[in-house]
């Protein structure tokens, strides 16, 4: 039998109120687990790859770093379960109750979240590639330090959900709501934002590189000394915005409401500004505006409309 890494002491026993729903075979890999857990040399890592568990309810388990590769929880009931260190890859949670459940550190490869209940979830330095999560409710998540790639959230509601120091790759989160959602210091490449609701949202620090905001709703955000460079930003919505200091270099704001956004010693060499609302925007420059791209449809920080002009005076808002 090979030799089993220690396990952290302290897990309590399982619980007999779910025998009538477990299998024996289960059983008993759950008791050698709560074992092996609590530093018995008889326990042994409970292995559940390929189980069908749906509709289990699964309350008051102690599922650290067990290993469910490819087993199907749809269903079940595992809210407030520590699932932490475990091996998810390939698992199936479509419509599972994970509420505060503690993910952290898992590996979510290619699981299934879809549609799941994950509030006030943990999910800190867990990993997922090629991961669905699609339709899942995620308030107030903590994600921090996640790593995620190639993922969907397509419609995730992850209002209140932090994400500090994540990273993420080619991730989809069209038509999500990510109100609040904190972000700072993520990096964070060739990612949907397509559509999203996401008014209040901190993305200072970060890097937004070569993503895609069009027709995003992200009034009232934070973008402070953020990179985002080479990003689409076409037709947002992005009113009293944070942007000092930011790093926007080739950005396309084409069409998009920055009316009443801050932009103070913020790079704009070849941002695109065409037709795009720029009434009241605070601490442009008439330098700023010059290297940046403006044009007839352009609603400039005083209120006239057209390509800025230098020495014209326009940078200026009418508010003071």
């Known amino acids: 039998m090979a030799t089993e890494a220690a396990a952290p002491p302290g897990t309590a026993e399982i619980p007999q109120v779910h025998s009538r729903v477990l299998s024996s075979e289960v059983r008993a890999k759950l008791e050698l687990h709560r074992a092996w857990l609590n530093g018995d040399p008889k326990g042994v890592r409970a292995d559940l790859s390929g189980s069908h568990l749906s509709d289990l309810d699964l309350r008051g388990f102690d599922l650290r770093m067990v290993i469910l590769t490819s087993s199907v929880l749809r269903l079940a009931n595992l809210a407030g379960v520590d699932l932490s260190e475990a091996d998810l890859h390939g698992v199936d949670f ?6 505060r459940a503690d993910l952290s550190k898992t590996n979510l490869n290619s699981a299934s ?28 998540v ?38 609040g959602v904190v972000l700072n210091n993520a990096q964070i490449r060739m990612s949907r934002f397509r559509e999203v609701s996401a008014s209040h949202c901190n ?11 069009r027709h995003a709703r992200l009034a009232d955000s934070k973008f402070f000394r953020t990179n985002a460079g080479a990003s689409l930003f076409c037709q ?28 103070g010693d913020a790079s704009l060499a070849f941002t695109d500004f065409r037709a795009a609302d720029l009434r009241d925007a605070r ?5 700023q505006l010059c290297e940046a791209r403006t044009g007839e449809g352009t609603i400039l920080p005083s209120g006239t409309r057209g390509a800025y002009l230098r020495g014209s005076g326009s940078e200026r808002p009418t508010l003071r």
């Open 94 to 99: 479509q419509e599972a109750d994970l509420r």
């Open 203 to 213: 993305f200072s620090y970060g890097l937004l590189a070569s993503c895609d905001f």
């Open 113 to 140: 979240l879809e549609n799941a209940n994950l509030a006030e979830a943990h999910l800190t330095e867990a990993t997922a590639s090629n991961a669905s999560f699609r339709g899942a409710r995620m308030l107030d």
């Open 283 to 287: 601490e442009l420059t008439a330098r």
């Open 142 to 179: 903590r994600m921090l330090d996640v790593k995620l790639q190639e993922c969907c959230l397509i419609s995730a509601t992850l209002n209140g959900a932090v994400l500090q120091h994540a990273r993420m790759f080619d991730c989809d989160f069209s038509g999500a709501s990510l109100e």
């Open 236 to 263: 947002a919505l992005l009113s009293n915005c944070d942007f000092r200091e930011a790093k926007l270099k080739g950005a396309d704001f084409a069409r998009a409401v920055l009316s009443k956004s801050r932009f």
